[in-house]
């Protein structure tokens, strides 16, 4: 590898990755089977739904009879397994769908009961966890949490709850956020899905699904979720996608989400595609390779960073549910340190100095390496955390695994030159 001296690796890192990687090569291996049978899966919609040139034409104002963006809503509600999808560009974020998503199908005295703990930080002004005149507590909607055990549902107190109550929508986000939990894994999400409609079959159960699309074979939809939402800045953007998110579900409350996020009446019938099309059918088209770069990007910094005595989660040969790994540094210098290696070794703003900073919808101080040449992707590279014990960082992404590893031998290398 040539011009490692640009981004200060040390020698000893270099000898640590050259082992590495002969010794992951079967985790390696399976990563390029998730690869594989995404391809198939995405190509095979692609073609089913006759995708062409003339489906990248632009779409402006009210956006009628975009034909594009119906063949992109019919694709993806194929390759995640509902019966209908909204994939849109005027989502600016995954939390913003979610909050579409909450809005549609809760109403005044409604209870929302999430069975994974407290939801995302973004989410607590949405909720009226923390107050804000806007959230979904000043609408008189109720929230009510069920904390996870040993990292699986507390099926027990579930039952109690859906038996005492009456619960209009279950969310379950199954990545970890700034948790230390772990995410949860497909099976345990069906598992629990059971048990629920077993006991309340109108309840809604929607799925957060955030940074878990393509790394395991079966989506939440696929294992009887009722909804589920991503963002498209993450996985299944591939890096391409600028902004945008997805809602993938049952037709019903799709129809809810659109008329939320447009108007009554007229839903999923408007929303100009502003030249976006070609964006959305590239990147999930790229999906399956950046996904499967970014797990293995993730298992070779877990398999490094646990041989340097690090605390890490998963580790290199457990399941990736996500595409997140946690490292517990312990320390705000390692910490910071880190995610300043992974900066140094990004594609975009490579001088710039990561620093501890204010972010709105967070209430500690945040770390974040993102140079990214879209703002707040997560699926090209990044790391951050919060500045708060045990001082964990939470790595995502790269949209190769060479850029992917150039980054974690930066990072490494600048807390041990330090």
């Not at 956020?177 to 409609?197: H, L, M, P, Q, W």
């Not at 790595?395 to 030159?417: C, D, E, R, V």
Request: glycine share 8%.
């Amino acid at each position: 590898m040539n011009n490692l001296e640009l981004f200060n690796i040390n020698d000893k890192v270099v000898k640590m990755v050259k082992e590495a990687e002969e010794h992951l090569q079967k985790e390696f291996k399976l990563c390029d089977d998730l690869e594989e049978y995404f391809s198939l899966k995405v190509l095979t919609s692609f073609k089913n739904f006759n995708v062409s040139e003339s489906d990248f034409a632009e779409t402006t104002g009210y956006g009628y009879g975009d034909v594009g963006r119906d063949k992109i809503e019919s694709i993806f509600a194929q390759v995640l397994g509902g019966e209908a999808s909204l994939v849109r560009g005027q989502f600016i974020s995954g939390s913003h769908a979610l909050t579409v998503c909450l809005f549609a199908l809760l109403r005044p005295n409604d209870t929302m009961l999430s069975i994974t703990g407290l939801p995302y930080d973004t989410l607590h002004e949405v909720i009226g966890i923390k107050d804000n005149p806007s959230s979904l507590a000043s609408f008189n909607i109720h929230y009510e949490q069920i904390d996870l055990i040993n990292d699986d549902f507390d099926y027990q107190k579930i039952k109690e709850t859906l038996i005492n109550k009456k619960i209009k929508v279950i969310e379950i986000q199954r990545s970890k956020g700034y948790s230390t939990r772990k995410s949860i894994a497909i099976e345990k999400v069906k598992k629990v899905i059971d048990f629920i409609k077993e006991i309340s079959p109108e309840t809604i159960i929607m799925v957060d699904n955030c940074y878990c699309e393509f790394t395991e074979k079966l989506s939440p939809c696929e294992v009887g979720a009722d909804i589920m939402v991503g963002s498209l800045i993450k996985n299944l953007g591939g890096g391409i996608a600028r902004n945008g998110a997805y809602i993938v579900g049952k037709k019903d409350l799709i129809n809810l989400c659109a008329e939320r996020l447009n108007l009554p009446g007229e839903g999923i019938l408007v929303g100009p595609s502003l030249g976006m099309n070609r964006e959305f059918l590239m990147g999930l088209y790229h999906a399956p390779h950046v996904v499967a770069s970014a797990l293995k990007t993730a298992i070779l910094a877990s398999y490094l960073l646990e041989k340097l005595g690090y605390a890490v989660e998963p580790k290199y040969n457990e399941k990736h549910s996500d595409i997140v790994e946690t490292i517990y540094f312990g320390n705000s210098k390692d910490l910071v340190n880190f995610c300043k290696g992974i900066q140094s070794a990004s594609a975009i703003d490579s001088n710039s100095e990561v620093e501890p900073s204010d972010m709105p919808g967070y209430d500690d101080k945040v770390v974040m390496a993102s140079g990214s040449f879209t703002q707040g992707s997560s699926i090209e590279i990044s790391c951050d955390g919060p500045i708060r014990s045990p001082f964990i960082a939470y790595l995502q992404g790269s949209l190769t695994y060479p850029y992917g590893k150039i980054a974690i031998m930066s990072a490494i290398s600048k807390i041990i030159n330090q």
